[in-house]
């Protein structure tokens, strides 16, 4: 299974919306928070497409990489959920390593507020991607979608409607997650 880094960033944030995604269930077209970041990502740094080069390996899409420097950029709308977008740039890293990349480093900009962070791999981010690898496979592979975690950022999910909308007041009954849930 080849992973993407939508996925690595869902596992961090809902298993739900990881099960959801990973099964083709998608409501990102329509969402006005995701056509938010989409402009955001084409017209915060139009210099970039001249200057770095999107890489495709395993599944991933860097947009943005730097191969003379191996510095991936990452442009996030928001530094909400900020763990879930460094896990991505992570992940990003690693499979960039693993093509025999020595030392990539990653900048997770935020252009609305004018920060940057940087991101770099330890051993224990390594091992750390390793387990976020198997525990998705293991959930993408459940027989039914997990529960609702119910997390004040909820609201602000592309998937709200359908986790949170039920008809004729009936609540879903799912069975309990057998995983470890974040």
Excluded at 30 to 40: E, F, K, Y
Excluded at 113 to 118: F, G, K, N, V
Excluded at 160 to 175: I, M, R, T
Aim: aromatic letters at 10%; hydrophobic letters at 35%.
């Amino acid at each position: 299974m080849h992973l993407t880094g939508k996925h690595i960033n869902y596992y961090h944030i809902c298993h739900r919306k990881l099960w959801l995604f990973h099964s083709g269930i998608s409501f990102q077209q329509t969402h006005a928070n995701v056509a938010d970041g989409t402009l955001l990502h084409e017209t915060a740094y139009p210099q970039r497409a001249k200057r770095y080069r999107e890489v495709q390996l395993d599944g991933i899409k860097i947009d943005f990489y730097d191969p003379q420097e191996r510095v991936v950029h990452e442009i996030k709308r928001s530094n909400k959920l900020e763990h879930a977008s460094i896990a991505q740039l992570q992940y990003y890293l690693r499979v960039l390593e693993r093509h025999g990349i020595e030392n990539p480093t990653g900048l997770l900009e935020y252009p609305k507020i004018r920060r940057t962070e940087r991101v770099v791999l330890t051993d224990a981010d390594r091992a750390a991607i390793e387990q976020w690898e198997a525990a998705i496979e293991q959930l993408v592979n459940l027989p039914s979608c997990p529960p609702v975690i119910n997390k004040p950022f909820c609201k602000q999910c592309s998937y709200y409607e359908f986790c949170y909308v039920s008809e004729a007041g009936v609540e879903l009954d799912l069975p309990p997650l057998s995983v470890a849930y974040l």
